[in-house]
Structures are given as C-alpha cells and as structure tokens.
C-alpha cells in the first residue's frame, strides 16, 4: 500500500513557476514508476510527466515539454514537478500516482495509487 500526499499548488500569473511535491508513504517508493497527471474543468484526467525508477529515464506530453521538469528523490521517498513558463492552458488539479508497470505509461489505469490532487490556477 502507498499513500501520496501533493503539495504546493497555488495562484500564479502566466510565465511564473511552481514546485509540486509529492510524499509518498512506504519502503518501496523506489520501484515504483511515478507520474503526474492533471485535470482541468469538464475535460478527463491526462498525463503530464512520468519519472521511472531511474532519475534520468522520463516522459512528457508534449504540451508541456520544455517547461516541466519531473524528478524523484528515492531517500526522500518525493517526486517533484518543476513547472516553469507556465500558462492559463496549465489550470488544473494535479495529481501524483504510482504505477508498477516497468516502464512509464500514459493511461491512468495503470496507475495504482492516487493522491487527492493540488490544484494549480495560472491567471493571464
């Protein structure tokens, strides 16, 4: 069992930045693939970033390649997702979720374990 808590969402102007965090409970954080997904008004939860067991082995959805940053802490038992030039098009809930497929994948099925989400808004 794994339990993830988010942090540091919040209210910030286009072209600002913010650092999600997420703590994840447990002694096998480390084999586990970790990914962030977000979900806007009325539109289905989709992915944003994936972090496999590696640090440099990552993923991006391209609407956001180039501007977010994804990486894990495995002492930390965190993953954080650097999100940079944001834009109001970022506005959403922000989830974090562990998965134990071997690779990173994109569907949210695959995923495990859920945190509650951290809500980010980007004003223009």
């Known amino acids: 069992q794994v339990q993830l808590v988010e942090s540091g969402g919040g209210l910030v102007q286009a072209g600002g930045s913010l650092r999600l965090s997420c703590a994840a409970s447990?002694?096998?954080?480390?084999?586990?693939?970790m990914g962030w997904f977000r979900q806007a008004p009325g539109k289905e939860r989709e992915f944003v970033a994936g972090?496999?067991?590696?640090?440099?082995?990552?993923s991006y959805a391209d609407s956001v390649k180039g501007r977010f940053t994804i990486s894990r802490d495995n002492a930390k038992n965190t993953v954080y997702l650097q999100m940079d030039s944001l834009k109001p098009e970022d506005t959403a809930v922000y989830y974090c979720a562990a998965s134990r497929f071997n690779t990173i994948v994109v569907v949210t099925t695959a995923y495990d374990y859920w945190g509650q989400g951290t809500q980010v808004t980007v004003s223009s």
């Open positions: 447990g002694r096998t954080f480390s084999s586990y693939v």
């Open positions: 972090n496999g067991w590696s640090a440099g082995y990552t």
